[in-house]
């Protein structure tokens, strides 16, 4: 089945540090969202892509749609301590019209004050 | 507004026991999902709806059954707890299945020993 790969597994950075990572599959798809997952919450959406090569800004959050609609990047500019949690790329692949999500197996980013 | 519901938050089962994690949402959102989500491997999608009295199969459906006999619950039904089954599910639900973020409930952390 189509199937996410998110990388880094984990990060443990610095405050004030800027964060990448990125999600990326051997599929084509027309959506890409980025979501974040607090302790003992469910997971929120940060940022959606619809079109290849969109760059969205949401805060100090950057995202990009892939050129190829293979992959997508998102960056944390300047790093606070509430940035901790676990961040997941998702994708409705070919099933759009159920809303269902594929998900790659989070970005778990630790950050020192 | 409450969004998504979800209880118990914590369940302890032992093997063979049964029990009904309920979800409920009050934003009159058609579609409704099912995901566990074990460490370092995602969510993955176990049972959906895209409206009352219609169900369906996701990735790992096994061991579960589901009912929408309203727009609001989506109760998930285990008969046979079993050890594979400890993990943590969320109930989500979204008022479209494009361009509609999926709004999660806080999960329900299950322990089967």
């Known amino acids: 089945g189509q199937q996410l790969n998110q990388s880094p597994q984990s990060m443990f950075i610095q405050e004030g540090e800027d964060v990448s990572m990125n999600c990326t599959s051997s599929?084509?798809?027309?959506?890409w969202l980025w979501y974040k997952q607090e302790p003992g919450e469910g997971p929120v959406l940060l940022i959606a892509l619809y079109k290849a090569g969109e760059l969205t800004s949401n805060g100090r959050l950057t995202a990009q749609f892939g050129i190829t609609r293979k992959d997508s990047f998102l960056n944390i500019s300047a790093s606070i301590p509430s940035d901790v949690g676990i961040y997941f790329c998702?994708?409705?692949?070919?099933?759009?019209?159920?809303?269902?999500?594929?998900f790659g197996q989070g970005t778990t980013l630790q950050v020192k004050p | 507004n409450a969004g998504v519901t979800q209880t118990p938050k914590f369940r302890i089962l032992k093997i063979g026991q049964s029990m009904t994690l309920q979800c409920t949402q009050d934003?009159?959102?058609?579609?409704m999902y099912w995901y566990r989500q074990d460490p370092g491997m995602g969510l993955k999608l176990i049972y959906y709806?895209?409206?009352?009295?219609?169900?369906d199969k996701g990735e790992v459906p096994n061991g579960y059954n589901v009912s929408r006999s309203t727009t609001e619950d989506f109760p998930l039904r285990l008969e046979l707890a079993a050890p594979s089954q400890t993990s943590v599910y969320f109930c989500?639900?979204?008022?479209?299945?494009?361009?509609?973020?999926?709004?999660f409930g806080n999960g329900t952390r299950l322990t089967v020993t």
């Open positions: 709806s895209v409206g009352a009295g219609i169900t």
């Open positions: 989500a639900s979204s008022y479209e299945p494009y361009g509609s973020p999926l709004h």
């Open positions: 998702a994708t409705t692949g070919s099933s759009s019209n159920t809303g269902k999500l594929i």
């Open positions: 934003m009159n959102h058609n579609y």
């Open positions: 599929s084509i798809f027309n959506t």
